[in-house]
Each structure stands twice: as structure tokens, then as C-alpha cells.
């Protein structure tokens, strides 16, 4: 049995969604999680203007009332010639995955989402993101030195794992983001799409387990 979670580091409600996700996989320790990224923005070539930082500052508010997480407001406001493409973080993760297979990702993934929206570092630029990783993975008992990271980050196979998330994302029926589901006995049920506290997500859960 193990739960899957899709998600893009650099999606605000998944930025929220992680708060609830460490509460569940530290309450239920026997249940593996696997992330899949799911590309939000992957390839995005247009830079972010006025109009659409403030449009995403409105559902930053919405996540913030929600989830209780902080948002750097001014960060993004300060931005200029921003592209918001979300392949370059989503990459990060999986380059992680790659080098260290056995860590804790889903604290690898929360780091780069910390980076992006209360840090305000560049996560599209790949020595960035490698700074964020590795010290990541340092916190979680593997020594990758950002040199490491950022080469596995520039290689192809990263670049074909991470579109195979995507594409896993897609024939998996998700549309938007987060979205969580359980295995068990061969078969996938979705337990929440789109952000859900950890008492929504036990419930469900409990619901699906009582059924399978």
C-alpha cells in the first residue's frame, strides 16, 4: 500500500497541500509516498506581468488563509522579466529522486517550494535550485554536493524522467493540482484532488480502506 501524490513545486496549493501531507505521512510512518511532478507550467515562455502577479497574489491569499503558510508577497512584485515555467523545479525534484532514492522527498519537495515562495529565489535557474536540493538532502543525511545535482539536472535522463512524470500525471486523469491517491490490492483510488486538510484526507482514506 502506498499513496501517490501529484504535484508541481511551484503551484501554490500544493505549497499549501505540503503542510497537510507531512502531518499524514508522519502520522501513518508504514505508508510509503511516492510524488509524481506534474508540470503546471512546463514550458512556459511568457513573462509574468503586472496583471499576473496579481493574479496569482489573489490565490496566494486564498492558500495563505487556508493553510496558515507565509507567502512572499514583495518577492514576486519585485520580480521583472520573470518566466514562470515550472519544468526547471519540477526537474530539481526529480534529479533528487535519481541521486537519492531513499530520502525523505516529500521534505526534498517542500524545500524548493519554500525557496520559491517565501525564499523568492529564482527556481527556474538551475544553480539555484541545485543550492535548495542539496542542502535539502544534507538536512536528510545524503551528502550531494550542488555540483552533483545541477549535473544530474542538466542530463537527458532527468529531462526524459521528469516528462514521464507528466505524462504519468496525465493518463493518471489529472487535471489540476494537488492531487492524492492510494494503492492497494492493484488498484488507485483517488483520495483528494485539489488542497484538503490532513483531517479530510484521514477521513477519505479511512473511507477507501473500509471499501477495498
Given at each position: 500500500?502506498?499513496?501517490?501524490?501529484?504535484a508541481d513545486?511551484?503551484?501554490?496549493?500544493?505549497?499549501?497541500?505540503?503542510?497537510?501531507?507531512t502531518?499524514?505521512?508522519?502520522?501513518?510512518?508504514?505508508?510509503?509516498?511516492?510524488?509524481?511532478?506534474?508540470?503546471?507550467?512546463?514550458?512556459?515562455?511568457d513573462?509574468l506581468?503586472?496583471?499576473?502577479?496579481?493574479?496569482?497574489?489573489?490565490?496566494?491569499?486564498?492558500?495563505?488563509?487556508?493553510?496558515g503558510?507565509?507567502?512572499?508577497r514583495?518577492?514576486?512584485?519585485?520580480?521583472?522579466?520573470?518566466?514562470y515555467?515550472?519544468?526547471p523545479?519540477?526537474?530539481?525534484?526529480?534529479?533528487?529522486?535519481?541521486?537519492a532514492?531513499?530520502?525523505?522527498?516529500?521534505?526534498?519537495?517542500?524545500?524548493?517550494?519554500h525557496?520559491?515562495y517565501?525564499?523568492a529565489v529564482?527556481?527556474?535557474?538551475?544553480?539555484?535550485?541545485?543550492?535548495?536540493?542539496?542542502?535539502?538532502?544534507?538536512a536528510?543525511?545524503?551528502?550531494i554536493?550542488?555540483?552533483?545535482?545541477?549535473?544530474?539536472?542538466q542530463?537527458?535522463?532527468a529531462?526524459?524522467?521528469?516528462?514521464?512524470?507528466?505524462?504519468?500525471?496525465?493518463?493518471?486523469?489529472?487535471?489540476?493540482?494537488?492531487a492524492?491517491?492510494?494503492?492497494?490490492?492493484?488498484?488507485r483510488?483517488?483520495?483528494?484532488?485539489?488542497?484538503?486538510t490532513f483531517?479530510?484526507?484521514?477521513?477519505n482514506?479511512?473511507?477507501?480502506?473500509?471499501?477495498?
Amino acid at each position: 500500500m502506498k499513496l501517490v501524490l501529484v504535484a508541481d513545486p511551484m503551484c501554490s496549493w500544493c505549497y499549501g497541500f505540503g503542510k497537510e501531507m507531512t502531518t499524514l505521512v508522519e502520522r501513518y510512518p508504514d505508508i510509503s509516498l511516492e510524488i509524481v511532478v506534474g508540470g503546471l507550467r512546463a514550458g512556459a515562455t511568457d513573462v509574468l506581468d503586472e496583471s499576473g502577479k496579481r493574479f496569482r497574489l489573489e490565490h496566494w491569499a486564498r492558500v495563505e488563509q487556508s493553510s496558515g503558510l507565509p507567502f512572499n508577497r514583495e518577492g514576486l512584485m519585485a520580480r521583472e522579466g520573470f518566466v514562470y515555467d515550472t519544468e526547471p523545479a519540477c526537474r530539481s525534484v526529480v534529479a533528487a529522486r535519481i541521486l537519492a532514492p531513499t530520502t525523505n522527498l516529500l521534505k526534498v519537495f517542500r524545500a524548493f517550494q519554500h525557496a520559491f515562495y517565501v525564499d523568492a529565489v529564482d527556481t527556474t535557474n538551475g544553480e539555484v535550485l541545485a543550492d535548495v536540493g542539496a542542502a535539502a538532502l544534507s538536512a536528510n543525511g545524503h551528502s550531494i554536493a550542488p555540483a552533483e545535482l545541477l549535473a544530474t539536472w542538466q542530463q537527458k535522463d532527468a529531462i526524459d524522467a521528469t516528462a514521464a512524470d507528466f505524462a504519468m500525471a496525465r493518463s493518471m486523469g489529472v487535471t489540476s493540482f494537488p492531487a492524492l491517491f492510494l494503492e492497494r490490492h492493484g488498484q488507485r483510488r483517488r483520495v483528494a484532488s485539489g488542497y484538503a486538510t490532513f483531517h479530510q484526507i484521514e477521513q477519505n482514506m479511512n473511507a477507501l480502506l473500509a471499501t477495498t
